[in-house]
C-alpha cells in the first residue's frame, strides 16, 4: 500500500496553507543555500560561471521543494488555542 494510498483511508487532510507554506519554506532554504555555495564558489576561484549560478540554484531550489517543503507541509500546528 502506497503512502498516498494509505492517506486517504485514514482520512488524512493537509491544513489551509500547508502546500504554500512547503513551497516559501524549500524557497528559502534552496535561495540560501545556493547563495551559500556560490560565495564560496566565488571566494576560492574568484568568478561564478552563468552556468554554474543555474545549475547550483536550480538544483537546491528543487531539493529544497523535495525535502524541506513535506517537512514544513506537513508539520503539526504549534498555535496555541485560547
Known sequence: MTGMTSAARTGFALRPGAIHRGFVAGTVWGVATAAGLLGLTA????????????????????????????????????????
Do not use: M, N, Q, Y
Request: aromatic content about 8%; some cysteine.
Open 43 to 82: 571566494s576560492t576561484e574568484g568568478f561564478v560561471c552563468t552556468p554554474d549560478v543555474v545549475a547550483t540554484t536550480g538544483t537546491a531550489l528543487l531539493l529544497g521543494w523535495l525535502t524541506i517543503g513535506p517537512f514544513v507541509a506537513l508539520a503539526p500546528s504549534r498555535r496555541t488555542k485560547g
